[in-house]
């Protein structure tokens, strides 16, 4: 548990989910005793990936936030970028080194102060950061943010294009306050909660496009993750639509071509099970798919990963397969 200027952040006990039954599953925060070597020793996660057939897992911050929100929200600087930096620190000198080219962690910047995001995210690409985890809704989570689609950070952006850094978005509450869902009284309402987090990941990529971010930074590459696949056919052709009826209107320019043309140049989504989604690859785009294990959250397929892929891709080629389990991904994060 962190206690930082009376903000605390409790390890939330779905993050440390793998290897106990449904039933077992609960929000309440655990001891290291009560979860997997494998969710905080990096040389017994890759033990669980030996298990599970796994070759290479890209990995999301727990505690620090998904993206990184919890660091950014400190209000002393001084802290907040000591913080930062040595989170990604521990990143390349500690959890990529005990396994490299097996683990890859993304990287968290200062995103309200772009300039250091700047020269953080140089410093940390040249120790071996191959991506970076941004918060989907950082106005609702860092005071004195600005959404992502704000001009300040362009600069961000730009640098992540030089470097061929790719940004990932992990779907998550809209605000601070959201959350406690999960945990309410009512019977139901945290099922509902989490049915509907997916479409979060639709409304951000709208964001994206709409207000022009892809078209500014054309090599900037926006991945979705744990949003699944099988909205996208839909989210693409409505947006489409709304392209040719209205953003003439709207948008003020800001596109210069359809939304489902920025799509497969520069989006990316991910899913654990989306026996719909795959379906629908030839609508989607194959090489914009990318599977994940999600482990150790509490919707991880480990340690039967290869189970669910094969149920999954039920009746995709070999070709489509690799791209969707591995090529693309190793393109992404620039895999040997």
């Given at each position: 548990m962190w206690d930082v200027e009376g903000l605390v952040a409790p390890n939330v006990g779905f993050s440390t989910m793998a290897g106990k039954d449904f039933d077992?599953?609960?929000?309440?925060?655990?001891?290291?005793?009560?979860?997997?070597?494998?969710?905080?020793?990096?040389?017994?996660?890759?033990?669980?990936?030996?298990?599970?057939?796994?070759?290479?897992?890209?990995?999301?911050?727990g505690i620090p936030g998904l993206g990184g929100e919890r660091l950014m929200s400190i209000k002393d600087v001084e802290l907040r970028d000591w913080a930062i930096s040595a989170y990604n620190d521990y990143l390349t000198d500690e959890f990529q080194a005990a396994s490299p080219d097996r683990l890859i962690g993304l990287g968290v910047l200062p995103l309200t102060e772009p300039e250091k995001a700047?020269?953080?995210?140089?410093?940390?690409?040249?120790?071996?950061?191959?991506?970076?985890?941004?918060?989907?809704?950082?106005?609702?989570?860092?005071?004195?943010a600005k959404p992502l689609f704000d001009s300040m950070y362009g600069i961000v952006w730009s640098a992540c294009e030089a470097s061929a850094?790719?940004?990932?978005?992990?779907?998550?509450?809209?605000?601070?306050?959201?959350?406690?869902?999960?945990?309410?009284?009512?019977?139901?309402l945290a099922e509902a909660y989490v049915t509907g987090l997916p479409l979060i990941n639709f409304e951000i990529l709208a964001q994206l496009i709409w207000t022009g971010v892809l078209e500014r930074h054309p090599k900037l590459k926006v991945i979705s993750s744990e949003?699944?696949?099988?909205?996208?056919?839909y989210f693409l052709e409505r947006a489409d639509y709304t392209y040719n009826r209205h953003h003439r209107t709207w948008s003020k320019g800001q596109v210069k071509t359809k939304p489902s043309d920025y799509f497969p140049r520069q989006c990316y989504v991910c899913f654990i099970t989306d026996r719909a989604?795959?379906?629908?690859?030839?609508?989607?785009?194959?090489?914009?798919?990318?599977?994940?294990?999600?482990?150790?959250?509490?919707?991880?397929?480990?340690?039967?990963?290869?189970?669910?892929?094969?149920?999954?891709?039920?009746?995709?080629?070999?070709?489509?397969?690799?791209?969707?389990?591995?090529?693309t991904a190793a393109g992404l994060y620039h895999l040997n």
């Amino acid at each position: 548990m962190w206690d930082v200027e009376g903000l605390v952040a409790p390890n939330v006990g779905f993050s440390t989910m793998a290897g106990k039954d449904f039933d077992q599953h609960t929000s309440k925060a655990n001891n290291f005793k009560d979860m997997r070597p494998g969710c905080y020793d990096p040389k017994a996660r890759v033990k669980d990936m030996d298990l599970d057939g796994v070759k290479t897992s890209v990995c999301f911050p727990g505690i620090p936030g998904l993206g990184g929100e919890r660091l950014m929200s400190i209000k002393d600087v001084e802290l907040r970028d000591w913080a930062i930096s040595a989170y990604n620190d521990y990143l390349t000198d500690e959890f990529q080194a005990a396994s490299p080219d097996r683990l890859i962690g993304l990287g968290v910047l200062p995103l309200t102060e772009p300039e250091k995001a700047v020269a953080e995210l140089k410093r940390i690409a040249r120790k071996g950061i191959r991506g970076l985890t941004v918060p989907f809704w950082i106005d609702g989570h860092v005071p004195g943010a600005k959404p992502l689609f704000d001009s300040m950070y362009g600069i961000v952006w730009s640098a992540c294009e030089a470097s061929a850094i790719p940004i990932n978005l992990h779907f998550s509450a809209k605000s601070r306050g959201a959350t406690p869902v999960l945990t309410a009284t009512t019977p139901g309402l945290a099922e509902a909660y989490v049915t509907g987090l997916p479409l979060i990941n639709f409304e951000i990529l709208a964001q994206l496009i709409w207000t022009g971010v892809l078209e500014r930074h054309p090599k900037l590459k926006v991945i979705s993750s744990e949003g699944g696949i099988g909205w996208v056919p839909y989210f693409l052709e409505r947006a489409d639509y709304t392209y040719n009826r209205h953003h003439r209107t709207w948008s003020k320019g800001q596109v210069k071509t359809k939304p489902s043309d920025y799509f497969p140049r520069q989006c990316y989504v991910c899913f654990i099970t989306d026996r719909a989604g795959v379906l629908l690859r030839d609508l989607i785009g194959v090489d914009s798919m990318m599977w994940e294990a999600d482990y150790p959250h509490a919707d991880t397929s480990w340690p039967f990963s290869h189970d669910r892929v094969d149920e999954s891709l039920a009746g995709v080629s070999a070709k489509d397969r690799k791209k969707i389990v591995y090529d693309t991904a190793a393109g992404l994060y620039h895999l040997n």
